[in-house]
């Protein structure tokens, strides 16, 4: 398995020493081949996605995770078009300052890609990545020859080379924001490439980055499907008119109609071999969910993603040849308590909290099987602890519930609210139909009335994301039921969270040992030290910090038609950071 | 042009009155416009917030950062009633503003959405009048009879049965059935003409069923109480064909507040537009104002109530002014 990591890279660091800073990354390409895995590396540009025989099954794929992902087999029927469905076209289209899914999560390429059942980092775009000095502070990666753009001006095919990476990672980083005059912190995806100071093309094929210091997140950061490349060209040419934008994606843009489809044809020239297989990738735009499902039935679209378990009794009855997917996704469901209201500035106040919260009732309630306990950590994270173990913890595990109540309700005493008396809070969620929100927050409601008879908990929905997201944001809650998208990194996530000023830390909890440890954890390259600091970063989490009530992750159910391979090479907990690029691996068989 | 029978001084009244009518709707005008401004930004949520979100660091607050220059830029940052004021002397010029998102006209996105809701609610009109009418007739013709009793219950249904649950039973259920529903791949008549048919129909059902219900309910009601004068049986005893009396003498008085009803209600298919073209996917204006208040693009929201409400009145003065037409005790003096 490839390393998240850097250790692998730095082991090979002392080769390098020494040696000029361009002969550095092309000896250590030349070193590590695709990226230093050997799995990896094997898979690399490689067109194995598309094999109808491809690894996936029942079976859980060295995560522990459970997951499902049959096996189509049959003759491969080249061509086609593959149809999905989302419910508007896209609003944004500058992939820095987006928040949202947009064209060039198609369009677009990431530099690196994760395994979607382990997370570990595969050669793309980029064949290796190499910390280049013994500081940490000088990274250098190779770029695959011969990738080309879209054939449509003003690229007209051109090639794509270390130029363009290094223009890209400087403007994901916010270089260019004063010369764009767009604000610093507009560059949302910076905390992906943090610390770089400059990135420079040494030739065609390799760029060498610089960081300030040490960051031990900056290759999982490259993995996220939210920093794609596009060429270097896209400022000029701005980024209001999709039918305008070209990339190094499997698809590139051929109609864009708002409020009705957005599609694209095969990217002939794509750097995977034999890839993309569909001729056309198009999405076509159903609001209701409904109709979204007699969509999928009738076979108007070939996948349907975020499946209910009605939806999929109602799809396997009258499509009985469609396959269920579905895995321990990297969405997670939480709780999470303001530190400015007071009672939950006070740890045993936390503490209590998550003794008696039942995790399963409410995580069943909303979803059935298929959900995965987590405390800190997503589960899919290297790092993190799995299900398992975290159903054995105090709070979390349902065999000691009665008892772990009691000792809720004695630090509540202690803390001076007995049974809850003198707390006094609102929960706000967004009360959109289908969401988990409004569910989890009723089922914790109740939860915490019948432990604690003098808590009052009320509940404020909200209409929509746009209401909900202001108090979200400014922190004006005393608790606020959500859900997270994991960063493809567990610092990177933990730091948002939970890191004082974090750019998710809607809640400003504020610990120095939280700060100090996630520092330590950025700036260690040794993957079993990193993995040592995130391990005490867990149990300090549940112990002595309680920042948030994490609910579990939540199960990932995508419905496909029966005719389409490949699927199952795609299926994980890390599908969400490729799924529409990774179209290129689906393909039609006879049946 | 004036109608037969209409002498040129009655023309002259009728057109004093469509001029009066329309001055009349000015303060109305105001008022909605008003109504309009202030309301939109009473939702809560903004536009900035939104912007901010996606501009300001992965769902981070940045307060004070940036917000001032993309209200500016908006132009939110003026008083409201000084927004009001500059919305108002723009649509007197034929200005509605530009969308907050992407910068399009209002009047061009507007422009580009109302031929598909327009095509959907003609053909639910004259769908809905081809069969509410007759079965109007029918029921009072056959009065406490089984057909009536049938048809009056078809008719309650169709009031009774909400909008959404009609479209989404013509979506699930072929499908559930049979494998098949209608398609949601929009395309336009000039791509296929066939196809864009297809697609148009279901939504225009949905539209169609509750006026239908209603316009029957009415004519039933309407032409029984007709069916009761003086001169249908004079007609009867003058011994005309049961068909020419209810045609031509029955049911021509019992259609004057049919049409006005009628009127009212095509303005309600602008509201039910919302649903159906969600439901079936269909890029009308309904869809487009959802997604515009999702988006709190309050230029395109204001202006789709605005264009709304002039159709409104314009209908109302159009239903009166026909109205006068049909019956001639009804017209100005």
């Known amino acids: ?591 | 042009m004036l109608a037969a029978g209409v002498s040129s001084a009655g023309g002259v009244h009728m057109a004093k009155y469509v001029i009066r009518r329309l001055i009349g709707m000015v303060p109305t005008w105001l008022i909605i416009m008003f109504m309009v401004v202030f309301m939109v930004r009473l939702i809560p949520g903004s536009v900035v917030d939104l912007l901010l979100q996606e501009q300001g660091g992965g769902g981070s607050y940045q307060e004070g950062i940036d917000r001032a220059a993309i209200e500016k830029r908006l132009g939110l940052s003026d008083p409201v009633y000084v927004q009001y004021a500059k919305y108002v002397v723009g649509v007197a010029q034929g200005d509605l503003g530009e969308s907050l998102w992407d910068n399009q006209p209002v009047t061009t996105l507007i422009a580009q959405r109302v031929p598909v809701t327009a095509q959907v609610a003609l053909v639910a009109i004259v769908t809905s009048v081809a069969v509410s009418i007759p079965v109007g007739v029918m029921s009072a013709v056959r009065r406490d009879t089984p057909v009536d009793y049938l048809l009056r219950s078809i008719s309650i249904l169709g009031i009774s049965v909400p909008g959404f649950a009609i479209g989404t039973a013509i979506v699930i259920f072929p499908t559930l059935w049979w494998g098949v529903t209608v398609s949601f791949k929009y395309v336009t008549f000039a791509e296929d003409p066939i196809q864009h048919l297809k697609l148009i129909i279901p939504p225009a059902v949905v539209l169609g069923v509750q006026l239908s219900a209603s316009v029957a309910r009415l004519t039933r009601t309407m032409m029984l109480e007709v069916l009761q004068e003086d001169y249908i049986r004079t007609a009867r005893a003058k011994g005309l064909r049961e068909t020419k009396v209810i045609v031509k003498h029955a049911l021509k008085n019992a259609l004057i507040p049919v049409v006005t009803v009628l009127g009212i209600q095509i303005t309600n298919l602008i509201g039910g537009s919302v649903i159906s073209e969600t439901i079936f996917a269909i890029p009308g204006l309904g869809r487009l104002m959802v997604s515009s208040i999702t988006a709190r693009d309050y230029p395109v929201v204001q202006g789709i109530v605005v264009m709304t409400a002039v159709f409104v009145m314009l209908m109302n003065l159009a239903v009166d002014v026909s109205y006068g037409y049909l019956d001639p005790r009804a017209r100005p003096a």
């Open chain 1, 1 to 591: 398995m490839t390393s998240r990591t850097f250790e692998s890279r730095v082991s090979r660091r002392s080769v390098l020493e020494g040696i000029g800073v361009g002969a550095l990354g092309l000896a250590g390409a030349a070193l590590i081949g695709c990226g230093g895995g050997g799995q990896a590396g094997g898979e690399a540009g490689g067109s194995a996605g598309g094999a109808a025989g491809g690894a996936a099954s029942n079976q859980p794929k060295g995560t522990g995770l459970p997951l499902t992902a049959p096996v189509v087999q049959g003759k491969e029927k080249p061509g086609g078009t593959f149809t999905e469905h989302t419910t508007s076209t896209y609003s944004q289209h500058d992939p820095g300052t987006a928040l949202a899914t947009n064209i060039w999560h198609v369009i677009g390429e990431k530099g690196l890609e994760p395994d979607p059942q382990t997370g570990a980092i595969r050669p793309h775009v980029m064949t290796s990545w190499e910390v280049a000095d013994p500081s940490g502070t000088t990274l250098v990666f190779k770029i695959k020859p011969g990738i080309k753009t879209h054939n449509m001006a003003p690229w007209n095919g051109r090639e794509f080379t270390a130029e363009d990476v290094a223009w890209n990672l400087e403007r994901i980083g916010g270089l260019y924001a004063e010369r764009l005059k767009i604000p610093a912190a507009s560059f949302q995806r910076a905390t992906m490439v943090a610390n770089l100071t400059k990135a420079q093309a040494v030739d065609p094929t390799t760029v060498k980055v610089t960081l300030s210091k040490p960051n031990s997140s900056f290759f999982n950061g490259l993995m996220d499907t939210r920093v794609p490349f596009a060429p270097k060209e896209m400022d000029e040419i701005g980024w209001t008119d999709p039918m305008k934008m070209g990339g190094i994606g499997p698809f590139q843009i051929s109609e864009w109609v708002k409020d009705q489809k957005m599609n694209y044809k095969k990217h002939a020239a794509y750097f995977r071999p034999g890839e993309p297989h569909f001729d056309n990738f198009n999405w076509t735009i159903i609001p209701d969910r409904a109709s979204a499902v007699a969509a999928f039935i009738s076979g108007q679209t070939q996948m349907i993603s975020s499946v209910n378990q009605l939806e999929i009794d109602q799809i396997k009855k009258a499509k009985q040849d469609a396959n269920l997917y579905q895995w321990v996704d990297s969405n997670w469901h939480h709780f999470r308590p303001s530190v400015e209201y007071a009672p939950f500035k006070d740890l045993r106040v936390r503490k209590a909290l998550l003794l008696a919260i039942d995790y399963a009732q409410i995580m069943d309630g909303f979803f059935g099987s298929g959900w995965g306990y987590q405390a800190a950590l997503n589960p899919g994270f290297p790092e993190g602890w799995k299900p398992d173990k975290v159903k054995t913890l105090p709070g979390y595990n349902p065999d000691t519930k009665a008892a772990d109540r009691a000792e809720a309700q004695k630090l509540l005493a202690a803390a001076g609210y007995p049974n809850g008396k003198g707390i006094d809070f609102q929960i706000i969620f967004q009360n959109t139909s289908g969401a988990a929100y409004p569910e989890n927050s009723q089922r914790f409601q109740a939860q915490m009335s019948q432990v604690f008879p003098e808590m009052k908990v009320s509940l404020k929905p909200y209409a929509d994301n746009a209401s909900f997201s202001v108090p979200q944001a400014k922190g004006d809650f005393q608790m606020v039921s959500y859900v997270i998208t994991a960063a493809p990194d567990a610092v990177i996530d933990m730091q948002s969270q939970y890191y004082t000023g974090g750019s998710r830390n809607y809640g400003h909890f504020s610990d120095k040992g939280l700060d100090a440890l996630i520092d330590k954890a950025q700036a260690e390259l040794k993957t079993d030290a990193r993995t040592a600091l995130l391990e005490e970063f867990q149990t300090k989490f549940v112990n002595d910090w309680v920042p948030m009530y994490v609910l579990g992750a939540q199960p990932a159910r995508v419905m496909v038609q029966g005719n389409v391979a490949g699927f199952d090479t795609t299926a994980g907990t890390w599908y969400g950071y490729s799924a529409t690029t990774k179209a290129c691996r689906w393909f039609y068989v006879d049946k």
